[in-house]
């Protein structure tokens, strides 16, 4: 089953704007991860943040994480063409079976 | 360069046919995976190895298998009795537990014929 859902499922924007998504998520983590896809490739890990953690950096990336409404954000600022990929959030649970659980995932389109 | 890689990029296979993908990585990691991956979907867990000689069924095993008897090699098997094998196969490792960062490889694309 899916515990992570981003939102939106797709985004469009010009180059140099900033692009947020979303992930909410359903049971108590241990860390949430993102992760980009280009077409057809594997997945690249972005970022991780720990659940005591509130807000990451990683140049042009920011992630934020609020355990209270299970939900964190990605925003990529000053977007370029090269940004246009799909982004995954996975979560790694708590408690149970060491594995991550990947979301659907945001596809976005830099315009030039 | 240490890495993940997967072979073969693109496979066919002919209803009826078993069919195995490689996954090998030299980064020294204890724990693989198989993912599958259908258009514009997310990755669902196949299985997933934490040591050599073990692996635990993920979400979607039917149709599925596995070995792991080298700690760098987990290839995954895809029978005649999985209904619907057209996907991209994604492996990855992580150095210890399921909670780490993972790394990817290329992934293979399997269509069935």
């Known amino acids: 089953s899916q515990q992570g859902e981003e939102d939106p499922q797709a985004l469009s924007i010009q180059e140099g704007e900033n692009a947020t998504m979303n992930c909410s998520y359903k049971?108590?983590?241990?860390?949430l991860q993102w992760y980009r896809q280009n077409s057809g490739r594997g997945l690249v890990h972005l970022i991780l943040?720990?659940?005591?953690?509130r807000e990451k950096h990683s140049g042009r990336l920011r992630v934020t994480l609020d355990t209270s409404k299970k939900s964190s954000s990605l925003l990529i600022t000053a977007s370029r063409a090269a940004d246009t990929a799909s982004y995954f959030c996975?979560?790694?649970?708590?408690?149970?079976?060491?594995?991550?659980?990947f979301g659907q995932g945001t596809r976005l389109t830099i315009n030039p | 360069d240490g890495g993940i890689t997967q072979s073969p990029k693109y496979l066919f296979r002919k209803e009826g046919q078993n069919v195995t993908l490689s996954c090998e990585q030299n980064l020294n990691h204890d724990a693989m995976y198989w993912y599958r991956q259908d258009p514009g979907q997310g990755l669902r867990l196949i299985y997933y190895s934490q040591i050599v000689n073990d692996f635990q069924k993920g979400d979607i095993a039917e149709g599925y298998s596995v070995s792991r008897e080298k700690k760098e090699s987990f290839p995954l098997t895809v029978t005649s009795a999985q209904k619907n094998p057209t996907a991209f196969y994604l492996c990855a490792s992580t150095l210890a537990g399921g909670t780490d960062t993972q790394y990817f490889g290329p992934g293979t694309r399997l269509t069935v014929l």
């Open positions: 996975a979560t790694a649970r708590n408690q149970g079976a060491q594995k991550l659980v």
């Open positions: 049971t108590s983590i241990n860390n």
């Open positions: 943040i720990r659940s005591n953690e």
